[in-house]
């Protein structure tokens, strides 16, 4: 997937004077094509290089970090996660209904493990991977990174939309939930895994 450049990030003044105008067209992008909700309390919102951006460019205004060396550093951070040949990455966020019961909301997600989570592709399973995974992680927080590798199979049967594609959840003391994937998001994911096989390759 494409990397992260500094040439690509605008000037803090700039960014900030066209802000609600990122802001809002992130949003329709997400949306439309990275962002699926599962059941009740699951959302996963996929991780590209637009994605990226925006989050960089929130992170450095917010920070007011102009500094070259800084905003490399935040750039590599980034870059670390869209890297990876044959990987669809996302966050994985859990609604808490109600601040006041956090832990105990969140207290059957202690238990949440990859394989709980599958990507389906016509018959094929592709369980995904914790990137955030640590006991700390999961006492305190409400999201993860996630992973999938996506094989050549995969591949085709993702961009083949006569064929099923959705996710599965299924973990301790939650009910099960899948969630078929609209064509939009199909037809992104599988620019995300040609851009990865592009670099993989140029590499």
Known sequence: MKHLKPEDILPLAEYSERRREFFEAHM?????????????????????????????????????????????????????????PDI????????????????????????????????????HRYPAKLVTCRPEDRAVGTSHWVQFSVDKIGKQMLADLAKPAFLMLHCPETTQETLVLSEETRLSLVDDLKGSDSGHHAA
Do not use: S
Request: overall charge negative; proline content about 2%.
């Open 28 to 84: 329709e992008y997400v949306n439309r094509y990275r962002r699926v909700r599962l059941g009740q309390k699951v959302t996963l919102i996929f991780e590209n290089h637009h994605t990226a951006w925006f989050r960089i460019q929130e992170l450095l205004c917010i920070g007011r970090i102009d500094e070259p060396n800084l905003v490399q550093q935040e750039l590599e951070l980034a870059n670390r996660f869209l890297q990876e």
């Open 88 to 123: 669809l990455q996302a966050a994985m966020i859990i609604r808490v209904e109600n601040e006041a019961r956090f832990r105990e909301e969140l207290q059957p997600w202690k238990q949440f493990q990859g394989d709980h989570l599958c990507l389906v592709l016509g018959t």
